[in-house]
Protein backbone atom coordinates (compact mmCIF):
# COMPACT_ATOMS: atom_id res chain seq x y z
CA UNK A 1 0.00 0.00 0.00
CA UNK A 2 1.78 3.44 -0.94
CA UNK A 3 1.21 5.99 1.50
CA UNK A 4 -0.79 9.32 1.07
CA UNK A 5 0.68 12.73 1.04
CA UNK A 6 2.01 13.99 4.45
CA UNK A 7 -0.83 15.71 6.40
CA UNK A 8 -1.45 19.74 5.90
CA UNK A 9 -2.39 22.30 3.34
CA UNK A 10 -2.02 22.10 -0.30
CA UNK A 11 -2.36 24.88 -2.42
CA UNK A 12 -3.51 24.60 -6.27
CA UNK A 13 -0.55 26.71 -7.78
CA UNK A 14 -2.00 28.55 -11.14
CA UNK A 15 0.61 28.23 -14.37
CA UNK A 16 2.58 31.25 -14.60
CA UNK A 17 2.81 32.11 -18.69
CA UNK A 18 5.07 35.16 -20.26
CA UNK A 19 3.40 37.73 -22.63
CA UNK A 20 2.98 35.94 -26.26
CA UNK A 21 5.28 37.54 -28.81
CA UNK A 22 3.23 39.77 -31.57
CA UNK A 23 1.52 37.36 -33.93
CA UNK A 24 2.41 34.43 -31.88
CA UNK A 25 0.19 31.72 -30.73
CA UNK A 26 2.57 29.94 -28.30
CA UNK A 27 2.41 31.99 -24.32
CA UNK A 28 5.69 30.23 -23.26
CA UNK A 29 6.13 28.96 -19.67
CA UNK A 30 7.10 32.01 -16.77
CA UNK A 31 9.49 29.73 -15.26
CA UNK A 32 11.33 32.78 -12.82
CA UNK A 33 7.83 34.02 -11.43
CA UNK A 34 6.65 30.13 -11.21
CA UNK A 35 9.80 29.69 -9.11
CA UNK A 36 9.11 32.50 -6.61
CA UNK A 37 5.32 31.26 -6.10
CA UNK A 38 6.59 28.16 -5.30
CA UNK A 39 9.17 29.07 -2.77
CA UNK A 40 7.29 31.76 -1.14
CA UNK A 41 4.10 29.11 -0.37
CA UNK A 42 6.72 26.55 1.06
CA UNK A 43 8.66 29.04 3.08
CA UNK A 44 5.37 30.22 4.60
CA UNK A 45 4.11 26.93 5.68
CA UNK A 46 2.27 25.22 2.72
CA UNK A 47 2.72 21.61 3.28
CA UNK A 48 2.60 20.71 -0.75
CA UNK A 49 1.83 22.14 -3.96
CA UNK A 50 -1.12 20.88 -6.48
CA UNK A 51 0.42 21.96 -10.10
CA UNK A 52 -1.50 21.38 -13.15
CA UNK A 53 -4.39 20.86 -10.96
CA UNK A 54 -8.07 22.58 -10.86
CA UNK A 55 -7.06 26.00 -11.82
CA UNK A 56 -7.65 25.15 -15.45
CA UNK A 57 -4.55 26.08 -17.56
CA UNK A 58 -3.07 22.41 -17.66
CA UNK A 59 -5.31 21.36 -20.39
CA UNK A 60 -3.79 24.02 -22.98
CA UNK A 61 0.35 23.25 -21.87
CA UNK A 62 2.34 20.14 -23.94
CA UNK A 63 2.92 16.98 -22.38
CA UNK A 64 7.24 19.00 -22.92
CA UNK A 65 5.64 21.84 -21.05
CA UNK A 66 4.29 19.29 -18.04
CA UNK A 67 7.80 18.09 -17.89
CA UNK A 68 9.56 21.48 -17.46
CA UNK A 69 7.41 22.76 -15.32
CA UNK A 70 7.42 20.04 -12.88
CA UNK A 71 11.25 19.33 -13.41
CA UNK A 72 11.79 23.03 -12.93
CA UNK A 73 9.99 23.17 -9.91
CA UNK A 74 11.17 20.28 -8.15
CA UNK A 75 14.65 21.45 -9.36
CA UNK A 76 14.63 24.56 -7.96
CA UNK A 77 12.54 23.59 -4.53
CA UNK A 78 15.47 20.68 -3.75
CA UNK A 79 18.05 23.57 -4.70
CA UNK A 80 16.69 26.00 -1.99
CA UNK A 81 16.52 22.97 0.56
CA UNK A 82 13.17 21.71 0.60
CA UNK A 83 14.30 18.42 -0.77
CA UNK A 84 11.50 15.78 -1.31
CA UNK A 85 8.92 18.70 -0.14
CA UNK A 86 5.50 17.16 -1.89
CA UNK A 87 4.31 17.61 -5.33
CA UNK A 88 1.08 16.53 -6.91
CA UNK A 89 0.34 17.07 -10.35
CA UNK A 90 -3.04 17.13 -11.29
CA UNK A 91 -4.51 15.22 -15.07
CA UNK A 92 -6.95 16.57 -17.41
CA UNK A 93 -7.16 13.46 -19.92
CA UNK A 94 -10.43 12.13 -20.70
CA UNK A 95 -8.86 8.76 -21.61
CA UNK A 96 -7.04 5.92 -19.72
CA UNK A 97 -3.85 5.94 -21.64
CA UNK A 98 -3.56 9.31 -21.91
CA UNK A 99 -3.75 10.08 -18.06
CA UNK A 100 -1.60 7.49 -17.36
CA UNK A 101 1.12 8.88 -20.23
CA UNK A 102 0.53 12.25 -18.02
CA UNK A 103 1.33 10.13 -14.44
CA UNK A 104 4.48 8.80 -15.82
CA UNK A 105 5.73 12.15 -16.75
CA UNK A 106 4.90 13.99 -14.03
CA UNK A 107 6.35 10.67 -12.62
CA UNK A 108 9.90 11.21 -14.10
CA UNK A 109 9.67 14.63 -13.63
CA UNK A 110 9.60 14.50 -9.99
CA UNK A 111 5.75 14.97 -8.67
CA UNK A 112 5.32 12.02 -6.19
CA UNK A 113 1.76 12.14 -6.37
CA UNK A 114 -1.14 12.24 -9.26
CA UNK A 115 -4.47 13.92 -9.24
CA UNK A 116 -6.54 12.23 -11.45
CA UNK A 117 -9.56 13.83 -13.04
CA UNK A 118 -12.55 11.97 -13.33
CA UNK A 119 -14.04 11.17 -16.98
CA UNK A 120 -16.42 14.68 -17.84
CA UNK A 121 -16.73 14.71 -21.48
CA UNK A 122 -19.20 11.72 -21.42
CA UNK A 123 -20.67 12.78 -17.75
CA UNK A 124 -24.23 12.00 -18.42
CA UNK A 125 -23.30 8.72 -19.81
CA UNK A 126 -21.66 7.42 -17.03
CA UNK A 127 -22.49 5.65 -13.65
CA UNK A 128 -20.89 5.32 -10.49
CA UNK A 129 -19.75 1.60 -11.53
CA UNK A 130 -17.96 3.18 -14.58
CA UNK A 131 -15.97 5.85 -12.42
CA UNK A 132 -14.90 3.16 -9.76
CA UNK A 133 -13.70 1.19 -12.94
CA UNK A 134 -12.43 4.23 -14.35
CA UNK A 135 -9.85 4.91 -11.18
CA UNK A 136 -9.43 1.19 -10.44
CA UNK A 137 -7.80 1.10 -14.65
CA UNK A 138 -5.50 4.11 -13.77
CA UNK A 139 -4.65 3.25 -9.40
CA UNK A 140 -3.51 -0.36 -11.06
CA UNK A 141 -1.65 0.90 -13.67
CA UNK A 142 -0.11 4.34 -12.23
CA UNK A 143 3.65 4.68 -12.06
CA UNK A 144 3.07 6.21 -8.76
CA UNK A 145 -0.19 6.83 -6.10
CA UNK A 146 -3.50 8.94 -7.22
CA UNK A 147 -5.86 11.09 -5.71
CA UNK A 148 -9.18 11.17 -6.76
CA UNK A 149 -10.14 14.54 -8.30
CA UNK A 150 -14.55 14.68 -8.13
CA UNK A 151 -16.42 17.87 -8.76
Not at 41 to 53: F, Q
Request: glycine share 8%; proline share 9%; net charge negative.
Amino acid sequence: MTSPPPPGIYVPVPTFFKQPLPNEPVQPLELQTQTKHALHLASNGIKGLVLLGSTGEAIGITEEERKLLITHIRRELDHAGYKDYPIIAGTTAQSIGDTLRQLHVSKDAGAQWGLVLAPGFFATCVTQQGIIEWYTAIADRSPMPILMSVT
